[in-house]
């Protein structure tokens, strides 16, 4: 059973492009939560979806941030017109259930020239 | 103030040593995850638990939960110990969203 798997590993963007995050959950795990950590700043929740639905995006930046997780394929947090502020390790999780224990994927590591 | 706080931020070992970290959080909690990261590196996610103690191998994690603390403890230090472990609660209100520390670096000198 492949664990949580995020890619690319790396991503280098310039300033206004768009970089597209992409996480594949743990099998049978049907709810994906995406985190952030700012270079030397704690971890902070962002999104959490459910297949097809966002259930809470209130730690997700109003503008220029999406995230979606389709019937098929994998969860995709798209950020716009990136900013070099947008520079940190984007850190997907997944859980079976809401209330079980979430396990981690590697992060996908932006960085913004 | 940070709903989730850690000591120490930073800790020294000798191989050997017994380690502790500690956890103290502000708010209602479900659970309370103990979580590992190599610099550079991924989240391992070591233990959650709500009451009592688990144990896993040279690792234990205790949470009290009426003093609203947890703590990490690593028997038999080794150098590949060496990471940030970070503590993060379920909780304030809700069943998913996790609040997270800002994590213990541990060095572990052979």
């Known amino acids: 059973n492949a664990g949580v798997m995020q890619n690319p590993r790396h991503l280098v963007r310039r300033r206004g492009q768009e970089a597209r995050l992409r996480c594949s959950p743990m099998k049978g795990h049907s709810h994906v939560y995406w985190y952030r950590q700012l270079p030397e700043e704690g971890l902070k929740f962002m999104v959490y979806l459910q297949k097809e639905n966002i259930i809470d995006e209130s730690g997700m930046p109003k503008e220029r941030f999406s995230a979606e997780f389709p019937k098929e394929g994998p969860s995709i947090l798209r950020i716009q017109q990136v900013v070099r502020g947008d520079s940190a390790a984007y850190f997907c999780a997944s859980s079976p259930d809401q209330l079980d224990e979430q396990f981690f994927g590697p992060g996908t590591r932006l960085t913004v020239l | 103030k940070n709903e989730v706080e850690q000591s120490p931020q930073n800790l020294t070992a000798q191989e050997g040593e017994f380690i502790t970290i500690n956890c103290s959080y502000s708010?209602?909690?479900?659970?309370l995850h103990w979580l590992q990261q190599h610099p550079g590196g991924g989240i391992v996610s070591l233990f959650m638990l709500s009451s009592g103690k688990k144990k896993h191998g040279r690792l234990i994690a205790t949470i009290n939960i009426q003093e609203k603390h947890s703590s990490l403890h690593i028997t038999a230090s080794h150098p590949r110990d060496s990471a940030v472990y970070i503590c993060a609660v379920k909780g304030g209100g809700s069943n998913y969203k996790l609040t997270f520390g800002k994590g213990t670096l541990l060095t572990v000198n052979p």
């Open positions: 708010v209602g909690i479900s659970a």
